[in-house]
């Protein structure tokens, strides 16, 4: 039975790599490709419920620390992804042969699969799916801005990439993006501070509306009250960026009032103190008429 599998394995190995010298395939080839993959990959999951209250209950979100459970299967499951990749990336698959159902199961399976591995792998193909079939994005962005928060606490890094690259290929996504995140219920985990950051870095932060930019400026002030001190480092590692602070200029009126508070609580905090001053500094830098409140001997006594 060992060799039987070794051999099916290798199999798909080399019909993977036979595939890219292909110019194209036959509709009824590539249906079968298809079926192939669906009853390879396709199987039951947990019911979302009882996933989602195993990552709250295993403090899972933060994915530099903890990892989900692997799967024995994986080999087997990955040569199938890998062989998924190799068509994609060949331009073998046309838009007719990827259903919506075949979308919302493939994003899923990064949210509900038991071994973190292959929803990393979900998340590395998603970018190659939006950009091969454009006539599905709607549906693939729909299907991702759907469970996004879980989608980032999951894959960690693998989210980052996956939507930094969304990023870089429709510069028009980031409102949608970070209205996606920021609206989530978990803004102040580790993860998804990562996520802003990560995105911020590529972002266009002109485009970023009044909005969105209220929104992260709450998020960022949250962080800094937190009594979590990796969180609140999190957080004055964002809010002392470039990009953050462009974005504090452009959005004055919203950020400096909020931001000020976040980082006087943050001053309180013996372990990050030097720095919030620092950052504080900067933000008097910015524009120092909206620094003029009552309380001055908070700035003159620091």
């Not at 060799?3 to 590539?30: H, N, P």
């Not at 998924?84 to 060949?90: E, I, N, S």
């Not at 709450?218 to 937190?226: P, Q, V």
């Not at 919030?276 to 909206?290: G, Q, R, S, T």
Request: proline share 2%.
């Amino acid at each position: 039975m060992i060799e039987i599998v070794f051999k099916r394995d290798g199999m798909l190995k080399e019909m993977g790599d036979y595939v890219l010298t292909l110019e194209s395939l036959s509709d009824d080839a590539v249906w079968l490709i298809m079926k192939m993959l669906r009853s390879n990959l396709f199987r039951p999951f947990p019911s979302q419920t009882a996933v989602f209250s195993e990552i709250e209950n295993e403090n899972l979100y933060d994915t530099e620390d903890k990892r989900p459970l692997v799967e024995g299967a994986w080999v087997h499951l990955r040569n199938f992804y890998e062989f998924l990749q190799k068509v994609v990336d060949a331009g073998l698959l046309r838009e007719e042969h990827i259903d919506d159902k075949f979308i919302t199961w493939f994003f899923n399976t990064a949210v509900l699969a038991d071994d973190y591995r292959e929803a990393c792998f979900v998340a590395d193909l998603l970018p190659s799916f939006w950009t091969k079939f454009p006539n599905k994005q709607q549906s693939i962005w729909r299907t991702v801005r759907s469970n996004l928060s879980r989608f980032v606490a999951r894959t960690g890094r693998a989210a980052d990439q996956c939507l930094v690259r969304f990023l870089e290929k429709e510069g028009s996504l980031v409102n949608l993006i970070f209205e996606a995140i920021l609206s989530g219920d978990h803004i102040c985990e580790s993860s998804l501070l990562n996520e802003i950051k990560a995105l911020m870095a590529i972002g266009n932060i002109n485009e970023i509306n009044q909005s969105n930019a209220e929104l992260l400026f709450g998020c960022i002030a949250k962080t800094l009250r937190s009594s979590d001190k990796k969180v609140v480092r999190k957080g004055l590692d964002i809010a002392s960026s470039d990009r953050f602070l462009e974005l504090a200029e452009i959005h004055r009126e919203l950020s400096l009032p909020v931001i000020r508070m976040g980082l006087q609580c943050a001053i309180e905090n013996n372990s990050v103190r030097a720095a919030a001053k620092h950052i504080l500094e900067k933000f008097y830098n910015v524009e120092d008429a909206f620094w003029k409140f009552d309380d001055n001997k908070t700035k003159r006594t620091m």
